[in-house]
């Protein structure tokens, strides 16, 4: 799995900072979203997953690792 994001779209909702925070962040400047984690372990994609989900943004992209 990879966690990618389109960083100009997002708001600064902080549901993935919250909802996952051992894999997101938020910017000290703007509130946007920081990953920590880039490719999560096992133990921790469905946090991921439930964090791209609850962007109300929509600006977190999971890619399985069976995608190109």
Same mark, same amino acid.
């Given at each position: 799995?990879?966690?990618?994001?389109?960083? $100009?779209?997002?708001?600064?909702?902080?549901q993935c900072a919250?909802?996952? =925070? /051992? %894999?997101? *962040?938020?910017?000290? $400047?703007?509130?946007t979203v920081i990953v920590l984690?880039?490719?999560?372990? =096992? /133990? %921790?994609? *469905?946090?991921?997953?439930?964090?791209?989900?609850?962007?109300?943004?929509?600006?977190?992209?999971?890619? /399985?690792?069976?995608?190109?």
């Amino acid at each position: 799995m990879k966690i990618r994001i389109e960083h $100009d779209r997002c708001r600064g909702a902080g549901q993935c900072a919250l909802n996952a =925070p /051992e %894999l997101f *962040d938020q910017s000290d $400047d703007d509130g946007t979203v920081i990953v920590l984690d880039e490719e999560p372990s =096992p /133990e %921790l994609q *469905d946090s991921a997953r439930l964090a791209a989900a609850l962007c109300p943004n929509a600006v977190i992209r999971i890619i /399985e690792s069976c995608e190109a």
